[in-house]
């Protein structure tokens, strides 16, 4: 009966040591990003912090060079729009600094409800960010589009073209 209760209690010690070993080895969960999808989206529904385009918060027709909705306007906090000159633009060879952020708004008309948020974040220090950039699309009822965990992968390409991988200078 001895020998019973030892192999139990021996088993049982094993248990609490394999178990003990698995929480050491595992992973500590990673730090909190500034930079994930629900922070951007929260940064963006901060509307008294932006400034429209061109000082104008009406609803323009898109480029047909756009592949984005038909319709959008622009939003950037203080940090981009001092980059812009005083025509509104970024410079031909010009860059946003750190901590740019970029809002896009899609529509299918002039007076349809929000279709997307196109996001453009300024850190070249994200382990999210592609060419500079965590890029993020959101749907208008604030649903995720395209994370930011991929990397800009269907944005980049077209995006390469413009002023720091922002089309809308060349385009409008």
């Known amino acids: 009966?001895?020998?019973?209760?030892?192999?139990?209690?021996?088993?049982?010690?094993?248990?609490?040591?394999?178990?003990?070993?698995?929480?050491?080895?595992?992973?500590?969960?990673?730090?909190?990003?500034?930079?994930?999808?629900?922070?951007?989206?929260?940064?963006?529904?901060?509307?008294?912090?932006?400034?429209?385009?061109?000082?104008?918060?009406s609803i323009k027709r898109s480029s047909p060079q756009s592949p984005h909705s038909k319709y959008f306007?622009?939003?950037?906090?203080?940090?981009?729009?001092?980059?812009?000159?005083?025509?509104?633009?970024?410079?031909?060879?010009?860059?946003?600094?750190?901590?740019?952020?970029i809002i896009k708004e899609l529509y299918d008309s002039a007076t349809a409800p929000l279709k997307f948020l196109a996001i453009l974040y300024k850190d070249q220090s994200a382990r999210e960010q592609a060419n500079g950039w965590v890029w993020l699309e959101i749907k208008g009822n604030g649903e995720q589009y395209i994370s930011s965990s991929e990397k800009g992968a269907q944005c980049v390409s077209c995006h390469s073209t413009g002023r720091d991988q922002v089309r809308l200078f060349d385009l409008f």
């Open 1 to 57: 009966m001895k020998s019973g209760f030892v192999i139990m209690f021996l088993v049982f010690v094993l248990f609490v040591v394999s178990c003990k070993n698995e929480e050491q080895q595992s992973p500590q969960p990673s730090p909190v990003l500034l930079n994930t999808d629900s922070v951007l989206y929260a940064k963006s529904k901060e509307g008294s912090t932006f400034n429209w385009y061109l000082q104008n918060d």
């Open 73 to 101: 306007r622009v939003r950037f906090n203080s940090i981009a729009l001092a980059a812009l000159t005083d025509n509104g633009r970024l410079p031909q060879n010009g860059s946003f600094p750190q901590g740019s952020l």
